[in-house]
């Protein structure tokens, strides 16, 4: 029994002091989303990732806005939204203490003002990320020019896009067989 108590002395605390001194977590450690409005461009591509339905987003037409939201509360860490955004709005943090005493302290939420079509000034893409689209391409190389010169099409709603580009002929024959068509 002595004998145990000896190696026992020697080993020392086994135990951290958890609650009482910080706990230090590894490196790489998936904690809370940290989250950064400004960098966001609203592109929704966090949204589509996250398993968890944690992340939502809301696009009012009529106000030309688009809500983006979090809820911690069915946040499962899984990293996934750092890892598809393009712009490194959010990554995980090593901070996993998340209690609250109101549910509400658990969502964040950020507003984003549509770009409105030059043609028919509908509302159809966040501003930031068309800005984010012609800065991508002065970063590419293109001259400040050229970049003006495609700002309107960029600013272009997809319907209207769409109805840019068909052509109108009358003679044309959409028919998936074109042998089958000869033969009437």
């Known amino acids: 029994m002595l004998k145990l108590f000896k190696i026992l002395r020697k080993v020392g605390d086994t135990t951290v002091k958890y609650p009482?001194?910080?706990?230090?977590?590894?490196?790489?450690?998936?904690?809370?989303?940290q989250?950064?409005?400004?960098q966001c461009i609203a592109c929704g591509a966090c949204t589509l990732a996250c398993p968890a339905n944690a992340l939502t987003m809301e696009t009012d037409i009529a106000n030309g806005t688009r809500q983006w939201q979090l809820f911690l509360g069915r946040c499962i860490f899984c990293g996934r939204c750092e890892e598809v955004c393009p712009t490194?709005?959010?990554?995980?943090?090593?901070?996993?203490?998340?209690?609250v005493f109101n549910k509400a302290?658990?969502?964040?939420?950020?507003?984003?003002t549509l770009a409105h079509c030059q043609q028919c000034q509908s509302a159809f893409a966040p501003k930031k990320e068309v800005d984010y689209v012609m800065a991508?391409?002065?970063?590419?190389?293109?001259?400040?020019e050229d970049i003006e010169q495609q700002r309107p099409h960029f600013e272009t709603c997809p319907e209207c896009k769409?109805?840019?580009?068909?052509?109108i002929n009358h003679n044309v024959i959409l028919n998936p067989h074109p042998d089958e068509g000869s033969h009437l």
Request: charged residues 25%; neutral net charge; glycine residues 6%.
């Open 88 to 99: 490194r709005a959010i990554v995980l943090s090593q901070e996993f203490e998340l209690a």
């Open 105 to 112: 302290d658990l969502y964040q939420r950020a507003s984003f």
């Open 136 to 144: 991508l391409l002065i970063h590419s190389g293109m001259s400040a």
């Open 20 to 33: 009482f001194k910080p706990l230090e977590v590894s490196q790489g450690f998936r904690g809370k989303p």
């Open 162 to 167: 769409r109805q840019q580009n068909i052509v």
């Open 35 to 38: 989250y950064d409005a400004e």
